[in-house]
């Protein structure tokens, strides 16, 4: 027992002493054995400072600025031309017994429940089911809330990918990860990886504090874990100057973004007869654009991503500055690693939407779903004398990243 207590009282001194080392920028925590702030700050061309990321914030408020801006007087009137709908859910008649229930039950009544509340209220038990659908549905975003945001999120990762897309190529180090640490860490940064740094940072300050407003979908701690890791991610390889691995990382993220981002906004889009383009075109883009997304994401995240850049970083980084392990190289590690991870269980959720798919013909939910309704609710089984009814309701679009 003495020797447990004394185990437990070093790791906590020992991780006491790590936060103090990461909060004061030590250079034993945050660079390579031999390395110094002077190398990696100072020099010829550009280097990151720590006065930049106010740059960052700063470019991250005049993103939610731009967004406003465009939601209102781009994509609302894009959306009206489209045919989005506008009109909001029908909502549940009020009734201060099913309400009661509803909230003390966090909007998921069981089924004895729902049999006893039919009795006292002498109503069917159908007529409490759908009064209980109705009632989670109410406050749901409509489609064009919904398409005013992806809209700006597509445009985001599109130019993001088109930037991306445009300047990594070119680089030496993308047909050679070893070349990301040549000369690290005094490494200068090229004026483009500078920029798209830069730019990258910004958008995800901009989704960490928007997600707090925007349409609160089912994963939403996912999503916060993700906007999290990212915002580190990147904020402390462009500290510690892993600019080179880190463009690769962000430039590989961006490839299936905008593919399901316009995927969505084909689901959101249900153009009238009055409308020139008919939806059958809707429910093409939709469903091609599913699949390329889902062959896309699998082999850009959980192939190529782990295979080549955390294998970089975690092996190649050592042939440069020798074999040696320091507390930030392990933490960068183990965040990629997490970022992997969150890949693979959106993967699993990719999958039951191409069951889906193939079983229905069609992409006929989001697994992310767009609102906190979950997919169990989007299939709901009553009973209506004694035969178990299914009923689907409208859902919006493939996974998102």
């Avoid at 020797?3 to 390579?32: G, P």
């Avoid at 960052?56 to 007087?73: D, K, N, S, T, W």
């Avoid at 889009?269 to 059958?280: G, L």
Wanted: proline letters at 5%; glycine letters at 4%.
């Amino acid at each position: 027992m003495t020797a447990v207590i004394t185990t437990l009282l070093e790791w906590v001194i020992s991780s006491k002493e790590m936060v103090t080392q990461f909060v004061t920028f030590d250079e034993k925590f945050w660079l390579s054995p031999g390395a110094n702030w002077t190398m990696v700050q100072n020099g010829p061309g550009l280097r990151p400072q720590p006065g930049h990321f106010l740059t960052m914030l700063g470019l991250a408020v005049l993103l939610l600025v731009l967004r406003v801006c465009f939601e209102r007087y781009i994509a609302l009137p894009v959306g009206r031309y489209l045919g989005v709908p506008k009109k909001k859910n029908q909502p549940a008649a009020p009734n201060r017994v099913l309400e009661k229930v509803f909230l003390k039950h966090n909007r998921k009544i069981p089924d004895k429940q729902v049999q006893g509340l039919a009795k006292s209220l002498d109503w069917s038990e159908r007529q409490v089911q759908r009064w209980i659908r109705r009632r989670k549905i109410q406050n749901a975003p409509t489609n064009m809330v919904k398409f005013q945001e992806g809209s700006f999120r597509f445009i985001c990762y599109e130019t993001f990918f088109l930037y991306g897309l445009y300047i990594i190529p070119s680089k030496p180090f993308w047909k050679d990860t070893k070349l990301c640490w040549t000369d690290y860490p005094g490494k200068s940064v090229e004026a483009d990886i500078f920029l798209y740094y830069h730019v990258e940072m910004a958008f995800y300050i901009s989704l960490l504090i928007s997600q707090f407003f925007d349409v609160r979908r089912k994963d939403f701690v996912e999503m916060f874990i993700h906007h999290v890791a990212t915002l580190f991610l990147i904020g402390c390889s462009f500290i510690i100057n892993h600019l080179s691995i880190g463009a690769l990382i962000m430039f590989v993220h961006d490839w299936s973004d905008p593919i399901l981002e316009f995927a969505k906004l084909a689901v959101y889009t249900k153009p009238s007869q009055k409308k020139a383009h008919p939806q059958s075109v809707s429910k093409w883009i939709t469903d091609v654009g599913f699949v390329i997304f889902m062959c896309v994401f699998f082999w850009s995240r959980l192939y190529f991503y782990p295979a080549h850049l955390i294998y970089s970083a975690a092996f190649e980084l050592m042939d440069a500055v020798g074999p040696a392990h320091w507390p930030m190289h392990n933490l960068f590690i183990a965040l990629l690693c997490l970022l992997w991870c969150i890949h693979v269980y959106w993967s699993f959720q990719i999958l039951r939407v191409l069951f889906s798919f193939v079983l229905a013909g069609t992409v006929t939910g989001d697994v992310r779903s767009d609102t906190e309704v979950s997919s169990a609710d989007d299939r709901e089984q009553t009973a209506n004398g004694g035969q178990a009814i299914t009923r689907r309701r409208d859902t919006s679009s493939p996974n998102e990243s």
